[in-house]
């Protein structure tokens, strides 16, 4: 299997938002979530919706 990019590839701007390392991607509709091990510039999406990223819970206080 070839694992080269396609020459005649071009990106599409509306998936071009780039995905951070590090980040959760979740598509509340079908309960997918992912975790991003390697940055880049394309939008994960599920067909042609974009995943967006999951928010952080927040810590409880220590009063």
Do not use: Q
Not at 11 to 22: K, S
Not at 23 to 34: A, F, I, N, S
């Amino acid at each position: 299997m070839d694992d080269a990019p396609s020459l005649g590839a071009a990106l599409d701007p509306e998936f071009a938002g780039g995905t951070a390392l590090g980040k959760r991607y979740v598509d509340l509709t079908c309960g997918l979530e992912l975790l991003c091990t390697k940055p880049g510039k394309g939008t994960l999406s599920v067909s042609t919706e974009p995943l967006t990223v999951k928010d952080a819970k927040p810590l409880p206080s220590s009063d």
